[in-house]
Structures are given as C-alpha cells and as structure tokens.
C-alpha cells in the first residue's frame, strides 16, 4: 500500500490523540532541498513533541516539490493550513524561521545520453541498415529531479526521413514527461543515380546523355529513385526538371500516354461513317483516359479516349 495512504490512515486514527496531546514545537528551517515529488511537514520542520504525534505530523503533505532551478516558500500560515487539510487538529507552535525556501534535489541527464537514445532510435526505424545518421550539434545536458529516470523517444516514420530531421526525447520522471529535448539529425543515404545536367521540360523525350550518374544522398529525393532509364532507351518526361535534380520513377510518362503538344491520330465516328486526321494534345493521360485535343476540323478542343499512345477515339 502506497505510503501516504498509510500515513492518511494513521493520521485519522491518531486526530483525536493529537488534539488532545501536549502542544507540538514546529522550528522551521530556512533553506531544505527535498528528492521527492511532495514536501512534507518533517522535510521544512524540526518536530518536538510526542512520538506518535511527530511521526503523523512529520508525513503530513505540505505541497508539491518545485522544479529543478526554481524555489518554493512555505510559511506558518501555510503549513498550519495544510496540516488542517490533512485532517489533524494539533496544537502548533510555530517557531524558526519566517519562511522556509523549498529546492528541488536535482541531476543532470547527459546530452550525449539523450542523443545516443536517438541514434538508437534512427537505426531501430531503418530496418535496412542503410541511412547514416549524425547528429547536427551537440546536445545539451538537462537538470531533472534526483530520482530514477528514463529516456523515451517519440515514434519515428521511416517515410518520413529527409536529410535534416528533428527527433524528439522525453525525459520521465515518476512516469510523466518532464523535460523534452529535440535532436537535430542529418540523415544521409548515398547511392549511384541519374541526375539531369541540365533543365529538361515536361513532354520532352529525354536519353541516358541527358544525365550523369553520380552519387548522391537520396532521403527526402521521393520514391524509386532510379539509377538508370528503364530498358535503356529514351523516356518522356511528364514532370520538368532542373539541372541536379535526382530523377525518380514518378517523374517518367507511362509508354502508353501523351502529353499536351502531342501530335495523334483522332479516329471519329458517326454512326457508320468514320473520319480520320490529324490533331494535338491540349490535355494529356494515359491509355483509357479521356484526353482533350485540337483538329483542324474543330475550333474548340473535343474530348476522347486515348487507345494508344497515338490514337485518339472520338464518338
């Protein structure tokens, strides 16, 4: 059973003994640090009187211990109050000092600590084992209360690496966080990919001498970065890219799509007679799609469906 559960049921089976007991002399002291999250009449007071009364009153919970760095003041009138909260009717005299200045015992958590428990934490969310991290700056050492402590670090999504990311650590104490630190971490993945050297336009029927192959760090660069065209031969583009940009999956046109200024072959059918020309893409997809584009035979764009990546069907 918890101790201060105990003392509560001591203290009601002892309030009638201590009203009835000799007076009890309470000297406050001026300056007390206390390494428990609650201050008690015995940590701030010099108790004389009756044993058993000493031992309820020394328990009594006077207040919350102060952060680490920072003081709490107790006086008479205080405590006097919180013993009467507490239940116990005792005759007091207060003597002493005026006031009591209340410290938090305190303990520094390593910062080199707290970022190791980062780094672990990386490396657990990387279950391929092939990102480098490395912390941005050093991390600095934090002061929380003298009693036992664990370091937590909040969930981490692989998905969500870039290249500089921010991990966070609690630092708990009595179960609940008191101090939070974040750690700022390169992370670095380097592979052999293409890179353009120089800007490529979207549409554009690009090769492999439109790129270098270099090593580059890759986190943050999207999905299936590629390390070389698909079946060797020129691809389009459906997206631009600037000079250095890493190219990726996402960013080539499917075989079997256009894109707008494509020239097609538009195949119109009305009825049993069938019309064919020429027209251009205004508005692009892939097969099955329905695209928009322009004839000679038409002042505004006529929308279709894309059968290959040069035949348009009109109805």
């Known amino acids: 059973m918890p101790r201060f559960v105990l003392h509560a049921i001591a203290a009601a089976l002892l309030a009638h003994a201590v009203a009835d007991a000799a007076p009890v002399t309470a000297s406050l002291r001026q300056q007390v640090s206390v390494d428990r999250p609650q201050v008690e009449l ?22 919350r211990a102060p952060r680490v760095g920072y003081v709490q003041r107790f006086t008479p009138a205080m405590l006097a109050a919180a013993v009467r909260k507490a239940g116990v009717s005792a005759d007091i005299a207060w003597q002493g000092s ?86 700022p971490v390169e992370v670095v993945q380097e592979r052999a ?6 800007d490529l336009r979207a549409g554009m029927a690009v090769g492999p001498d439109q790129f270098d192959t270099m090593r580059r760090n890759v986190v943050g660069a999207g999905p299936r970065v590629l390390d070389r065209l698909p079946g060797g031969a020129k691809v389009r583009l459906v997206r631009p890219m600037r000079a250095g940009d890493v190219l990726t999956a996402d960013r080539l046109m499917a075989s079997d799509a256009v894109a707008s200024g494509d020239h097609v072959h538009v195949v119109a059918r009305a009825g049993a007679a069938v019309i064919e020309t020429d027209g251009v893409v205004m508005r692009g997809g892939a097969s099955g799609d329905e695209v928009q584009v322009v004839t000679a035979h038409s002042a505004q764009p006529v929308s279709g469906t894309l059968l290959d990546n040069h035949t348009v069907a009109v109805q």
Do not use: K
């Open 193 to 198: 990919v293409l890179v353009a050297h120089a």
């Open 42 to 63: 015995g940590d701030v007071a010099q108790l004389e009187g009756a044993a058993d009364v000493r031992e309820v009153l020394g328990h009594v919970v006077v207040g």
């Open 98 to 183: 005026l006031a009591v200045q209340v410290t938090a015992a305190g303990q520094r958590v390593s910062g080199d600590d707290i970022a190791r428990a980062a780094m672990a934490a990386l490396s657990a969310a990387d279950p391929h084992g092939d990102c480098q991290f490395n912390p941005v700056r050093a991390v600095e050492a934090v002061e929380v209360p003298a009693r036992a402590f664990s370091l937590r670090v909040r969930p981490l999504d692989r998905a969500a690496f870039a290249p500089r990311i921010g991990v966070w650590v609690d630092v708990v104490v009595d179960g609940d966080v008191y101090r939070s630190v974040q750690v």
